[in-house]
Every structure is written in structure tokens, then in C-alpha cells.
């Protein structure tokens, strides 16, 4: 009786075993198709992410030919902004970014018009490209194809920070050296003016190569202005020039 209890456990242990070994070969068999399944699916997403790129490209070079010779006039638009909205329901951030990137960072032809992408820039997309758009010419060295969008956008964010730390040890060595005789004392409970500075991570940028292309976007800009203005009251407008 013994014995055949016995046999009994040895059996349910080995039927317990070979579940557990069929479990464990079906777990990395379904691990490794898995895999393969997000291979293909990734390389299918790079696929089609280089050719939506490729229209993002073509539409922008489109859009910088139209606003660069305003052929929008054709059809009695006030503007490339208006144009692009109503018939391609492209934002006014978008098309601003399309006329951008082609502005500096295209190859201009005989003829003064854009036909794609400098060869040192042939290797990034729309979208790096529009991160790379706020960084001088010295930052642009520092960028690479490779580089994730959020990559080239930290970049730039250290960047800006660096100046910031750059300027504030110029203005605190500009407080040590004030004559002692031009403080003035404050009582604790007079009032002090203060100016607090409300920024907001959004940013709407124009490009223009002469002052006279700038004064034709004054209308752009105020419109934008006005609309931010709504939601942010205490926003302020800042003027970059880049050389």
C-alpha cells in the first residue's frame, strides 16, 4: 500500500514537473514572438515616421514658396497663416514653424527659392529641426541626427539656463561694486515695487531676414499677442536677433 502511495507521489511530481516545464517553454516561446512582433512593428513605425517626415518637409518647402512670393493673394488671403488654416488646416504655430525651418536651415536655389534641406541639416527631420530652431548657430554644432527631440529640446533648455547663471553673476558683481552712498534705506512696512516676470513654455516664433520683412509681420504678431494675452495677461513679447 505504501509503495503504491509512493508511485503515486513520484508521478504526481513528475506530471507536476513537465506542466511546470511545458509552462515555462510556452512563457519564452510567447516572449520571444513577442519580440519579434515589437521589432517589426517599431521598424513599421520608422518606416512610415520617414516618410510623414519626408511630407512634413515637402509641405513646409510648399508653404515657404507660397509666402515667400505670397501667392496667397491669389485667392484674396491677408496672409500665409490665414491661407494655410482655412485650406489645410495647418495652426498658425505650424505654419510659423514650416517658414522657420526653411528660412534657416534650407537650400536655396539659383532662383532665391528653397528646395529642401542644407546638406549638413539632409539627415534631421521637421520635427528636430523645430526644436533646434530657438539655438544659435554655436549650440547647432552640438546637435546630432541621432538626437531625440526631447534630446535637442533639453539642450537648448541648458542652454538658456547657462546664460541665465551667466547673467545673474554679472548682475550680482554689478550690486558689489555700487557706492555705498546710493543705497537707500527702506522702512520693513514701506511698499517695494516688484516686477514678477510670468513665463509660460510656449513660444510663438516669426523669422525675418531685413527689418522691412519683420515690419510685415507686425500684424501676425499682434494678433498673436492679443490671443495669448487672453489667457495670459502678464505675457510679454521678446525680440531675438540671431547672427
Known amino acids: 500500500m505504501k509503495e503504491t502511495e509512493k508511485k503515486k507521489e513520484v508521478t ?21 514572438n513577442d519580440k ?19 511630407c512634413y518637409l515637402d509641405t513646409a518647402v510648399a508653404i ?5 512670393q ?33 528660412e534657416r536651415f534650407g537650400a536655396i536655389n539659383e532662383n532665391g527659392n528653397v528646395i529642401g534641406l542644407q546638406e549638413r541639416f539632409e539627415n534631421f527631420g521637421v520635427s528636430q529641426l523645430g526644436a533646434m530652431l530657438p539655438m544659435p548657430d554655436s549650440l547647432l554644432e552640438q546637435c546630432d541626427c541621432k538626437m531625440s527631440v526631447r534630446a535637442l529640446k533639453q539642450l537648448c533648455e541648458d542652454y538658456k539656463e547657462s546664460l541665465n547663471v551667466h547673467q545673474e553673476v554679472l548682475e550680482g558683481a554689478e550690486i558689489d561694486v ?23 513654455s510656449k513660444t510663438f516664433v516669426c523669422q525675418a531676414s531685413t527689418f522691412e520683412e519683420f515690419a510685415k509681420l507686425q500684424d501676425v504678431i499682434k494678433e498673436s499677442f492679443e ?13 531675438d536677433i540671431i547672427f
Open 64 to 68: 515657404h514658396s507660397i509666402y515667400q
Open 12 to 32: 504526481a511530481k513528475s506530471i507536476t514537473k513537465q506542466l511546470k516545464e511545458v509552462q515555462e517553454k510556452n512563457a519564452k516561446a510567447q516572449v520571444a
Open 178 to 200: 555700487v557706492d555705498s552712498e546710493n543705497i537707500v534705506d527702506v522702512g520693513m512696512n514701506e511698499p517695494v515695487e516688484s516686477v514678477v516676470d510670468v513665463t509660460d
Open 227 to 239: 490671443d495669448v494675452l487672453k489667457k495670459y495677461p502678464h505675457a510679454k513679447i521678446s525680440v
Open 36 to 54: 519579434r512582433l515589437y521589432a517589426r512593428y517599431k521598424k513599421q513605425i520608422e518606416t512610415a515616421y520617414r516618410k510623414m517626415e519626408t
Open 70 to 102: 505670397q501667392l496667397y493673394k491669389l485667392d484674396n488671403y491677408k496672409n500665409i497663416y490665414d491661407f494655410a488654416k482655412e485650406n489645410y488646416d495647418i495652426s498658425r504655430g505650424t505654419c510659423s514653424k514650416f517658414i522657420n525651418i526653411c
